[in-house]
């Protein structure tokens, strides 16, 4: 196969032209945009030893995400939700599974849980930078793709839904991590086929560990099917009979409780309005990203192009079929991480408006902002060779202004990107610690809406908050078992913290069972009434 398709191409190209004023703002804006990825990334790496090792809650599903990896394999696993205690399990078992491991080397759960989504992290943007570099081998010199391919591993670490997200114990990161393993290995399966293989392992792993990590397997599907239609086609089948061995394997060991769970259970209140505001909050905060990722996209595909059609005999390539596209992606890897990528970014696009059902927050950005960095990447290597490579080329002056520009809006919109999570806050930390050993030395079970202080203090996750509200309002189901726990005053006292959470009715028997309010921090702790 061949390497080398691009319009700029020159073999033997290692070096950029830096000679005058044009080279010069290259190279200055070059290294702004590195530095200034480099200066946003630098407090990011900074914190996250202090934040990973930080012993309560981060983010408020982390403590419930710690109870059922306790659970996780075991006979309570997707269980009923009708009796006390009262938990879905959201998502499918590879992540709790994997903490479960780590507990097993003698790690703190939420300690390794955090790890390993910071792990997984570091294994996303490594991956990114390794399809810049795939796409960009033999059509650019080595210090156009080092820049790009910097590009491509720092600037998703500078986005807000990325930088806040990577250090909790949630199943994000090893999902999206098992996705671009995926595709990684499906770019190596276009020279060496039997690499299909561990790519439907990954995406396999993938759904398991978040059921709706399906965009990666069908843009790599949809393109591989075009390349290598045989192989595809066997690796289809052999992923199915995988997820469907899975899929059989856990309806067994639940009694049928995994589907109800992950799919019934997890169908929340959805506003159409709540995601425009999301989405247009997430994407005016990395607006000149988005828009550098779709140009990208864009020159990128019209070069490949317009290659294609400088046939040794003048022929235009056809795209009227399947022959045609398959003659086209061969001609290079470059073609098929575009195609990819292309069909990945796409599809992701719709999908995001699910960020408007109820408890989805930023963490439904995080794949499409690892995705743009590979076109923003590839973007920033065509610009810098096609303007300033050792040979020069037509157009070398627009391609130099460009470039330019390109750089300088990237440089601006590093510097004006939303912080990252604050560090914890000690009066925070000193209430935790105080609640955590009062409840150790509770004779009765706590109620607490941090559920990291559960965990922390050796009890049970009674309820989530959030989805057993959702449940309730929608009839999936049926609270007054809870209620009459509230009312019987089952539990020695509560802890809260955003009375939003709660339906009225809940909120209701608390007051009237626990009537006695205190403060610690930034908790309201409920007491009964003492005689």
Same mark, same amino acid.
């Given at each position: 196969?061949?390497?080398?398709?691009?319009?700029?191409?020159?073999?033997?190209?290692?070096?950029?032209?830096?000679?005058?004023?044009?080279?010069?703002?290259?190279?200055?804006?070059?290294?702004?945009?590195?530095?200034?990825?480099?200066?946003?990334?630098?407090?990011?790496?900074?914190?996250?030893?202090?934040?990973?090792?930080?012993?309560?809650?981060?983010?408020?599903?982390?403590?419930?995400?710690?109870?059922?990896?306790?659970?996780?394999?075991?006979?309570?696993?997707?269980?009923?939700?009708?009796?006390?205690?009262?938990?879905?399990?959201?998502? #499918?078992?590879?992540?709790? $599974? *994997? =903490?479960? +491991?780590?507990? !097993?080397?003698? /790690?703190?759960? %939420?300690?390794?849980?955090?790890?390993?989504?910071?792990?997984?992290?570091?294994?996303?943007?490594?991956?990114?930078?390794?399809?810049?570099?795939?796409?960009?081998?033999?059509?650019?010199?080595?210090?156009?793709?080092?820049?790009?391919?910097?590009?491509?591993?720092?600037?998703?670490?500078?986005?807000?839904?990325?930088?806040?997200w990577s250090m909790l114990m949630r199943v994000d990161m090893l999902a999206i991590a098992l996705s671009f393993s995926g595709v990684t290995f499906a770019v190596m399966a276009i020279r060496r086929p039997v690499w299909l293989w561990p790519a439907m392992v990954a995406f396999v792993l993938a759904v398991y560990t978040r059921q709706t990590e399906m965009i990666a397997?069908?843009?790599?599907?949809?393109?591989?099917?075009?390349?290598? #239609?045989?192989?595809?086609? $066997? *690796? =289809?089948? +052999?992923?199915? !009979?995988?997820? /469907?061995?899975? %899929?059989?394997?856990?309806?067994?060991?639940?009694?049928?409780?995994?589907?109800?769970?992950?799919?019934?259970?997890?169908?929340?209140?959805?506003?159409?309005?709540?995601?425009?505001?999301?989405?247009?909050?997430?994407?005016?905060?990395?607006?000149?990203?988005?828009?550098?990722?779709?140009?990208?996209?864009?020159?990128?595909?019209?070069?490949?192009?317009?290659?294609?059609?400088?046939?040794?005999?003048?022929?235009?390539?056809?795209?009227?079929?399947?022959?045609?596209?398959?003659?086209?992606?061969?001609?290079?890897?470059?073609?098929?991480?575009?195609?990819?990528?292309?069909?990945?970014?796409?599809?992701?696009?719709?999908?995001?408006?699910?960020?408007?059902?109820?408890?989805?927050?930023?963490?439904?950005?995080?794949?499409?902002?690892?995705?743009?960095?590979?076109?923003?990447?590839?973007?920033?290597?065509?610009? %810098?060779?096609?303007?300033?490579?050792?040979?020069?080329?037509?157009?070398?002056?627009?391609?130099?202004?460009?470039?330019?520009?390109?750089?300088?809006?990237?440089?601006?919109?590093?510097?004006?990107?939303?912080?990252?999570?604050?560090?914890?806050?000690?009066?925070?930390?000193?209430?935790?610690?105080?609640?955590?050993?009062?409840?150790?030395?509770?004779?009765?079970?706590?109620?607490?809406?941090?559920?990291?202080?559960?965990?922390?203090?050796?009890?049970?996750?009674?309820?989530?908050?959030?989805?057993?509200?959702?449940?309730?309002?929608?009839?999936?189901?049926?609270?007054?078992?809870?209620?009459?726990?509230?009312?019987?005053?089952?539990?020695?006292?509560?802890?809260?913290?955003?009375?939003?959470?709660?339906?009225?009715?809940?909120?209701?028997?608390?007051?009237?069972?626990?009537?006695?309010?205190?403060?610690?921090?930034?908790?309201?702790?409920?007491?009964?009434?003492?005689?």
């Open positions: 196969m061949r390497s080398d398709a691009s319009p700029c191409e020159a073999p033997g190209r290692v070096r950029l032209r830096t000679g005058g004023l044009a080279g010069l703002l290259t190279i200055i804006f070059t290294m702004l945009l590195l530095g200034g990825l480099a200066w946003q990334v630098a407090p990011y790496l900074r914190e996250v030893w202090q934040e990973i090792n930080f012993p309560f809650e981060l983010d408020y599903a982390e403590g419930i995400v710690w109870q059922q990896a306790l659970l996780i394999p075991g006979p309570a696993m997707y269980g009923r939700i009708d009796t006390f205690p009262f938990i879905v399990f959201e998502y #499918p078992p590879i992540y709790h $599974l *994997a =903490v479960r +491991g780590l507990m !097993a080397l003698g /790690a703190d759960p %939420l300690v390794g849980g955090r790890a390993l989504s910071f792990a997984c992290t570091l294994v996303i943007v490594g991956l990114c930078g390794w399809l810049v570099n795939r796409a960009m081998t033999g059509a650019t010199g080595r210090l156009a793709r080092f820049a790009g391919v910097g590009i491509a591993i720092l600037m998703p670490l500078t986005c807000y839904p990325v930088t806040i397997p069908v843009a790599v599907l949809a393109v591989s099917s075009l390349v290598n #239609p045989r192989q595809t086609l $066997l *690796a =289809v089948l +052999g992923g199915l !009979a995988m997820a /469907a061995v899975a %899929l059989l394997s856990l309806e067994w060991a639940t009694a049928g409780g995994f589907l109800r769970h992950i799919v019934l259970y997890n169908i929340n209140p959805f506003s159409l309005w709540a995601a425009f505001d999301i989405i247009a909050w997430m994407y005016g905060v990395h607006a000149v990203y988005f828009a550098t990722a779709l140009t990208g996209l864009l020159v990128i595909w019209w070069a490949e192009i317009r290659s294609a059609r400088r046939t040794p005999r003048g022929e235009p390539p056809t795209f009227a079929n399947g022959y045609g596209w398959s003659v086209f992606l061969r001609g290079s890897d470059r073609r098929i991480v575009l195609a990819i990528v292309t069909v990945w970014f796409v599809l992701s696009l719709p999908a995001q408006l699910t960020v408007g059902k109820s408890g989805a927050w930023v963490n439904y950005f995080i794949e499409m902002m690892c995705i743009w960095s590979i076109p923003i990447g590839m973007l920033v290597t065509f610009g %810098l060779e096609h303007g300033f490579g050792a040979v020069r080329s037509s157009g070398a002056g627009l391609a130099r202004g460009t470039t330019i520009i390109l750089l300088a809006a990237l440089f601006w919109q590093t510097m004006h990107l939303l912080p990252g999570r604050a560090l914890p806050d000690p009066a925070f930390a000193a209430a935790s610690q105080r609640l955590v050993q009062e409840i150790r030395s509770a004779t009765r079970p706590v109620f607490s809406e941090d559920m990291v202080l559960l965990m922390r203090s050796g009890q049970t996750v009674p309820l989530e908050p959030v989805i057993f509200s959702d449940l309730s309002r929608t009839g999936a189901w049926d609270q007054s078992t809870f209620l009459r726990m509230i009312g019987d005053r089952s539990f020695a006292f509560l802890v809260m913290r955003e009375e939003r959470r709660y339906t009225p009715e809940m909120l209701s028997a608390f007051r009237n069972a626990y009537p006695v309010v205190e403060t610690a921090g930034s908790f309201t702790i409920l007491r009964p009434r003492t005689p």
